[in-house]
């Protein structure tokens, strides 16, 4: 399995980014999948994830009604639309792949088995 993330950058506050993770080899629907975010000296945050087969979703409360996720599964493609950005959303954002699942721990990045490279999100004040 493989995941690239894309679509970081510089943004002011206020503005709007569109993540999107490209996965290959993903075999099974069962998967679910997650974004994070970390910044420098901080644990890594769960932000949101979205179950492959039913589209199920959930969000970091920090988040909640300003992130949607979603998924094109034609295209084996997952997004992470961000509006109204603040500048405590500045991080690196990964996205990954847990293959069994298993949303009762889908908050917990260690559920995951599969990570993407990152990539910078930056929103100026």
């Known amino acids: 399995v493989q995941l690239q993330a894309s679509g970081g950058g510089l943004v002011q506050a206020g503005g709007s980014l569109r993540l999107s993770c490209a996965a290959s080899?993903?075999?099974?629907?069962?998967?679910?999948m997650g974004w994070f975010r970390q910044t420098p000296g901080k644990e890594r945050e769960f932000v949101s994830y979205?179950?492959?087969?039913?589209?199920?979703?959930d969000y970091a409360d920090s988040v909640k009604g300003r992130f949607t996720i979603s998924r094109d599964s034609a295209k084996n493609v997952v997004y992470l639309q961000m509006n109204s950005l603040k500048p405590e959303d500045t991080a690196v954002y990964y996205c990954a792949a847990d293959r069994w699942g298993d949303t009762r721990n889908a908050r917990r990045d260690l559920e995951y088995d599969y990570w993407g490279q990152g990539t910078l999100v930056t929103v100026s004040s």
């Open positions: 080899g993903l075999t099974f629907r069962s998967y679910t």
């Open positions: 979205i179950t492959w087969n039913t589209g199920t979703t």
